[in-house]
């Protein structure tokens, strides 16, 4: 969607200055989401996404660059190999449905200013009858009009329906016999989401696309717009009120220009809540065009039988936009009906995955925990405010982030990209140049995207132009160090800065060496001291340890010649990092190592009461995942409730009889002290008594507890 600086500075805020969430974000992460957890519950951390922004499908359009200098404006389809071969299990791709013209109807290049969709009414004039789209050469910032929906009749003749029957052939999938199925009937007429884009493609190339990407077991990914439309559904944005009515599209052909009829038979009225722009960024206001009513019971089966068309002609998930606009009751219900109709629950290659934008507080995101994945803001500001902001890389060994659901990780999307959604805000990635072709920048950008394909949870979500800028190779060799971690099924990371600028990342089966700093940095022997010997094992074994230089293949390992890295205390280099840049390393030999899962439980504590929702039980303890005897800023040390017992509406909730930890995987024989504590708002504010537990890490978990509080 369109961003704008004021609002992601306020996010910022926001994320820096709450206090740590309540206990109820957590709740989900114990049985899943209602969407994109085919596999099995708990957390989902082994996907890895090339959003593939702004680009056709499988023909080249006329569209032309998303921003002046971006050379990158090739169809997906031809990338397939290159994305498959860097380590992508997935692509995301730009809003699939017909939207606002967006080869916009005016010179370019587009203001952004002028082209608000409920302020300049190009295409809908104030008469009832739609002006015709008239096609000038391609604008930049044109994608901007892909993030808004027009609400079409599918069914006012049988071009649509033709256009279904051959996707769904295309898909291996039996034709409908009718669009009923994909949209609501209003008035007599089937309304709803229309398939095929004028900028990235037609359903046939859309389809297309996914059954090239499925042929190399990649799935896609569609970005969905469920919270506004296009500006151009009513005729007078205001208060006063006005006309709301779906349109009748007919594509262009040969010379002739594709047509949009405001079909005013049909009324849409109760669709859409009433025009207001303030509070902005809430459930009820028109940010960035009309909004939609989904709180609506028709509204919602509108967008779940849209979810059907795209799950049924092989979408593997979506990306849901500006997910807070549509707030967390009509989320949940629609998740509720789309989990219900059995939607985006594969567990074959490409396995089913999807998320959320959720650019709102930590407290905010707890309502959305047991519904959908969402990207992981929180965390994005933990690295802006790291690599761009200055602070020590010893912030991100523990960092705020969302550490208990599933979650899409990055470090910018195009919602903060420069020249692609305006300035980005003060202290976020590109702020000091403004310059997506600066190298400091995309340097820094992309030393964020190392840490987040080094550590073992989230999803790694990497936009185009930063894949496109690689050319110091640290995204291919990130990405080849997760996809090697998870073949391992390597433990959850043990951190330590080595300096204020260099930051160990140990996974046992490999690890990391990220220098943010102006100047190399050598490694010398000795410089794990201070790191537990299970997390980097057999350091000065001959031939222990190869460097990472990229994928062979999707699954193999292009790595150097083995090497021997001693630990003596000496000061002997070993290897060095250049200035602004990362190295991976893995085992060479790693059928000697073993790691396990371990989860703490206690039962509820009776002083705890309902009334009191923020309270949580943490398991604190001697390591970093155990937050070094604190309730981490990501609760990943947090004990959850199962989500069953999760209802944010509803009064007199029930506690669980036991509290649960996610699975924690550390490597075996690691030594763990601990003790349980209450905390609240991220303070403890009671320790059990006695003295601290002890557990040595076995394929048998920790005895149970039942703490003396």
Not at 70 to 81: K, Q, R, V
Not at 592 to 619: E, G
Not at 672 to 700: C, D, H, M, P
Request: charged share 10%; with cysteine.
């Amino acid at each position: 969607m369109i961003q704008c600086k004021p609002r992601l500075l306020l996010s910022a805020l926001w994320l820096l200055t709450l206090p740590v969430p309540v206990q109820a974000i957590t709740s989900a992460a114990l049985d899943g989401t209602l969407l994109f957890n085919p596999q099995s519950k708990g957390l989902v951390n082994n996907f890895r996404v090339y959003h593939a922004f702004d680009l056709p499908y499988v023909t080249q359009t006329n569209i032309g660059a998303t921003f002046p200098g971006e050379t990158a404006t090739a169809p997906i389809s031809t990338m397939l190999d290159a994305i498959k071969n860097k380590g992508y299990t997935h692509i995301q791709i730009s809003p699939p449905h017909l939207t606002s013209p967006s080869i916009q109807m005016m010179p370019p290049p587009i203001d952004r200013k002028d082209t608000d969709a409920q302020q300049a009414q190009v295409f809908q004039s104030s008469t009832t009858t739609p002006v015709q789209a008239v096609i000038p050469p391609y604008s930049y910032n044109g994608w901007e009009f892909a993030y808004q929906p027009l609400i079409c009749v599918l069914d006012s003749n049988s071009v649509y329906l033709n256009e279904l029957k051959a996707g769904f052939v295309a898909a291996g999938k039996p034709e409908p016999s009718s669009v009923a199925a994909y949209g609501v009937t209003v008035n007599g007429k089937t309304v709803g989401y229309r398939l095929g884009s004028d900028r990235y493609g037609s359903m046939a190339d859309l389809v297309s696309l996914i059954n090239a990407a499925k042929d190399k077991g990649l799935g896609i990914i569609a970005d969905v717009v469920f919270n506004q439309t296009s500006g151009y559904m009513t005729d007078k944005p205001s208060s006063s009120g006005g006309q709301f009515h779906p349109f009748t599209y007919v594509a262009a052909t040969g010379t002739a220009l594709a047509t949009y009829t405001w079909d005013t038979s049909v009324d849409l009225s109760t669709f859409f809540n009433p025009y207001n722009k303030n509070p902005p960024y809430t459930t009820v206001s028109w940010d960035y065009g009309p909004d939609l009513n989904t709180s609506s019971s028709m509204v919602r089966q509108m967008v779940v039988n849209y979810m059907k068309l795209l799950s049924d002609i092989g979408i593997s998930g979506v990306r849901f936009d500006y997910l807070y606009g549509l707030g967390a009751a009509d989320t949940t219900a629609i998740c509720t009906q789309a989990n219900a109709a059995g939607l985006f629950q594969s567990s074959t290659v490409p396995v089913s995955f999807g998320y959320g934008e959720n650019d709102q507080s930590l407290t905010a995101l707890a309502s959305y925990g047991a519904v959908v994945p969402v990207e992981d803001h929180p965390l994005h500001y933990s690295l802006a405010n790291c690599f761009v902001g200055g602070q020590s890389m010893s912030t991100l060994v523990m960092p705020t982030g969302i550490g208990n659901m599933t979650t899409a990780t990055f470090s910018t999307n195009h919602d903060q990209y420069p020249f692609v959604a305006g300035e980005p805000g003060s202290g976020t990635f590109y702020s000091n140049s403004k310059n997506p072709n600066n190298p400091t920048d995309t340097i820094l950008s992309q030393l964020a995207i190392a840490y987040i394909c080094a550590k073992r949870d989230g999803n790694p979500m990497i936009l185009r132009f930063e894949d496109e800028r690689d050319t110091a190779g640290i995204i291919q060799r990130g990405l080849a160090f997760r996809v090697l971690m998870e073949q391992k099924n390597a433990p959850h990371e043990y951190m330590v800065a080595l300096t204020p600028d260099v930051l160990l990342i140990a996974r046992q089966y490999g690890f990391a060496v990220i220098n943010r700093g102006s100047n190399p940095y050598t490694i010398t022997q000795g410089f794990i001291s201070g790191v537990p010997s299970a997390y980097i094992p057999n350091i000065s074994s001959n031939n222990a340890y190869q460097e990472v230089l990229g994928l062979t293949t999707p699954t193999t390992g292009n790595l150097s010649a083995a090497t021997t890295i001693p630990t003596s205390s000496s000061s002997t280099s070993i290897f060095t990092i250049p200035l602004r840049n990362a190295k991976f390393f893995v085992l060479s030999d790693a059928s000697s190592q073993t790691a396990y899962d371990v989860t703490f439980s206690v039962p509820s504590p009776s002083f705890i009461s309902n009334t009191y929702k923020t309270n949580q039980v943490f398991v604190v303890g001697n390591h970093p995942l155990l937050g070094n005897w604190a309730p981490r800023l990501d609760l990943l040390n947090g004990l959850l409730r199962n989500q069953n017992y999760y209802n944010p509406t509803a009064t007199g909730l029930t506690f669980p009889p036991t509290w649960t930890s996610l699975p924690l995987r550390f490597p075996q024989n690691v030594s763990l002290q601990y003790k349980f504590v209450v905390a609240n708002g991220g303070k403890i504010t009671r320790w059990e008594s006695g003295s601290n537990r002890s557990y040595t890490v076995s394929g048998t978990g920790p005895a149970a507890a039942t703490p003396s509080w």
